[in-house]
């Protein structure tokens, strides 16, 4: 089983409307959470860090249940530049080594 | 502008080649980290580097080994390239405070012919 599983999509969504998709883990000792963009062709970046009692950035909501291992991602009143694929990532140690899942893709169409 | 720097972004080598692929970061950062990316299983964890000279396994170490003999640069090596090693590699740095950010390189696609 692996670490840290995500819906691959893709989630087709059209502009302005919302989209929201979750992350399992396997480790219940995980101590930290993310979630990183990665465009076509490029290198992930964060996009947030995920606290447990819940987080927003802006159009952007991040939530952590513990209980059931899951984080969750919801994008609001998506924008074109959306588009891309979302990794969750989970660290399990205190060292910080990160542990990718493969990736959603969102597309966001006109 | 923080930088992680990896030497080649395009590499074509044949099989049985030793390879080296240099990533270099300027943030001061302890840990350093190679994953692979491949499509449908995403970054998958080579070895990574807590401190110079100190270096852990990762989930799919076969193959490769590292050298971190300076705290900005942590060099992944294929002993003998294979065919399966084609693929995406990617180098990252980050703190050493659990879950600080982590920095990306470029990436360097790797063939392997």
């Known amino acids: 089983r692996k670490e840290v599983e995500q819906d691959p999509g893709p989630f087709n969504v059209p502009e302005g409307a919302t989209v929201a998709f979750n992350c399992t883990y396997s480790n219940s000792a995980s101590q930290s959470f993310f979630w990183y963009r990665q465009d076509c062709r490029k290198e992930p970046k964060l996009l947030m860090s995920v606290y447990s009692s819940g987080n927003e950035d802006g159009r952007f909501t991040a939530q952590l249940n513990r209980a059931s291992q899951y984080i969750s991602l919801l994008i609001r009143d998506s924008k074109l530049s959306d588009s891309a694929t979302y990794l969750c990532?989970?660290?399990?140690?205190?060292?910080?080594?990160?542990?990718f899942g493969a990736g959603t893709q969102v597309v966001v169409t006109p | 502008d923080v930088k992680v720097t990896q030497s080649s972004r395009y590499l074509v080598k044949r099989t049985g080649e030793k390879v080296f692929l240099e990533c270099v970061q300027d943030?001061?950062?302890?840990?350093m980290f190679w994953y692979r990316q491949d499509p449908g299983l995403g970054l998958r964890l080579i070895y990574f580097s807590y401190d110079v000279k100190m270096k852990e396994k990762g989930d799919i170490p076969e193959g490769y080994s590292v050298s971190r003999e300076k705290k900005e640069r942590f060099s992944l090596i294929l002993e003998s390239a294979s065919t399966n090693q084609t693929s995406m590699y990617l180098c990252a740095s980050s703190p050493s405070t659990g879950g600080g950010e982590a920095f990306f390189g470029q990436g360097t696609r790797l063939t392997v012919v």
């Open positions: 943030m001061d950062h302890e840990n």
């Open positions: 990532v989970v660290t399990l140690d205190s060292w910080g080594k990160l542990q």
